[in-house]
């Protein structure tokens, strides 16, 4: 099975040098300095999960010298870019080639829906993370639950979803499938919008926004607001209610990830000039107008989000 890693990143470092470790054909595809590094020294991948090293490793700038084509693709691209990476992706797919969305928040199973059909979009959701702390490198670095892998409509084949996350499991990257995929990455979404954007904001690790109850009661009505948005659009959540799902994130998902520093902070201080904030905090406030639910909370982490990407942006504009 030949493996197609669109976004070498943090997380697709990770998913695709430990199968490359454990003897899969695995070619990435990047587009930054850790791409070039990868290609000329190798990749190695630190942290809770040991250490490992694959070279040589076969990366490719953007598309340049790619040719043939795949059958699994991991797009671990941020949502922004979703349908610009697919439509790069699609010369190099067959038939049968199936697509996993590697990817937080909402709307991206629909992006890769309408290029490849959804009997071959297959939908994940990842709960650990990762982070490049210099080119060539990919660590490791928090770890809350096993990756979830399905097929959004219930089409894509189930054998070849099993195949991969057997693949994965055996590499040391813990997977199971699910039935409820959607269902799942509603639980995560809940997790990111919690957590990510006021991290970013604050310039803080998740674990601090514990110490003060004004955050925590902000997070209950992001929580809340989440749980009446999903029941207006008939999504099931994995939790029966609000105060449920609270009672989990403090107790459960927050201690073993209290030292994580979001993926949104990551790119703020990285200086980039987008987040995904319109796939995670962004997309509730949405749906909300669309069903007609009031999302103030979300509303205004949305609002506070757009305003740091802008000053980033004028900031960038004025050099």
């Known amino acids: 099975m030949k493996y197609l890693v669109m976004g070498a990143g943090a997380l697709g470092s990770v998913f695709g040098g430990m199968l490359a470790e454990h003897g899969h054909d ?93 009997d071959r979009t297959v939908g994940a959701r990842v709960i650990f993370g990762a982070e490049v702390p210099r080119p060539g490198t990919a660590r490791v670095t928090v770890y809350a639950d096993k990756v979830l892998l399905g097929s959004p409509s219930g089409t894509a084949p189930k054998d070849k979803i099993d195949t991969v996350r057997s693949h994965l499991d055996s590499a040391g990257i813990p997977c199971s499938v699910t039935d409820d995929i959607e269902s799942s990455l509603w639980g995560k979404v809940l997790y990111n919008c919690s ?19 004004a955050l925590m009661d902000m997070i209950r009505r992001v929580i809340g607001e989440i749980f009446e948005v999903a029941r207006a659009k008939g999504v099931k959540l994995p939790y029966a209610h609000a105060g449920e799902y609270f009672r989990v994130l403090t107790e459960v998902q927050l201690p073993p990830t209290a030292s994580h520093r979001s993926s949104m902070l990551q790119d703020l201080s990285r200086g980039s000039l987008l987040t995904e904030i319109d796939a995670l905090n962004g997309a509730i406030s949405r749906y909300g107008r669309e069903l007609g639910v009031m999302t103030p909370a979300n509303d205004f982490l949305t609002a506070i989000v757009k305003g740091l990407e802008h000053r980033a942006s004028t900031r960038h ?3």
């Open 317 to 319: 504009a004025s050099r």
């Open 195 to 213: 957590l990510n954007a006021l991290g970013a904001i604050l310039n803080v690790p998740y674990g601090e926004l514990s110490e003060t109850p």
């Open 26 to 118: 695995v070619t990435f595809v990047g587009a930054d300095d850790h791409l070039l590094a990868m290609r000329e020294q190798g990749l190695t991948i630190t942290g809770i999960w040991g250490e490992h090293h694959v070279h040589p490793v076969k990366a490719h700038y953007k598309t340049e010298g790619l040719e043939g084509v795949f059958d699994v693709v991991l797009l671990c691209v941020k949502s922004y870019h979703t349908a610009t990476v697919i439509a790069q992706t699609a010369p190099y797919l067959h038939e049968s080639s199936l697509v996993f969305s590697i990817q937080n928040g909402l709307g991206n199973w629909e992006i890769i829906a309408d290029a490849v059909g959804w």
